[in-house]
């Protein structure tokens, strides 16, 4: 996996990946407008993505009929550089019809304690927790 960073200017930098994909990473200097999200950011919504990926995987495999699966995160970070994250709760909310909350209890926890390589990596700083919310759309 191969990405490319480009500084273009003040604390912005432009972002490219190898499959073609680009983002305006940095944090506002003075008055300035964020041009996007910051690395940390990022990584927060790494580890959110790559959990959610599995729960939609597994709960297809599991042959839920799901319509939606949003997670909301939240991050603490220590107070000294690095400024590391210490903490992480996902909470997951996912919406079918006549979903069984067993299944995407399993499949959360699947993801989140196994298959998820971003949150084994931050579990390396960080305390993650998550909780979840089934809502039926029958």
Do not use: N
């Amino acid at each position: 996996m191969k990405s490319r960073l480009t500084w273009t200017g003040d604390r912005c930098f432009f972002g490219q990946t190898e499959s073609g994909h680009s983002v305006a990473i940095g944090t506002a200097h003075g008055d300035a407008p964020k041009p996007g999200p910051s690395a940390m950011e990022l990584v927060l919504l790494g580890a959110g993505g790559c959990s959610a990926y599995d729960v939609v995987s597994i709960l297809e495999k599991g042959r839920q009929d799901i319509d939606d699966v949003i997670v909301e995160l939240e991050g603490d970070r220590a107070e000294e550089p690095p400024k590391v994250f210490t903490g992480i709760h996902l909470h997951f909310i996912v919406k079918g019809r006549e979903l069984d909350a067993s299944k995407v209890e399993r499949a959360i926890t699947l993801s989140v304690e196994k298959y998820c390589s971003a949150i084994a990596m931050l579990e390396k700083t960080a305390a993650v927790t998550h909780d979840f919310e089934v809502i039926d759309t029958a």
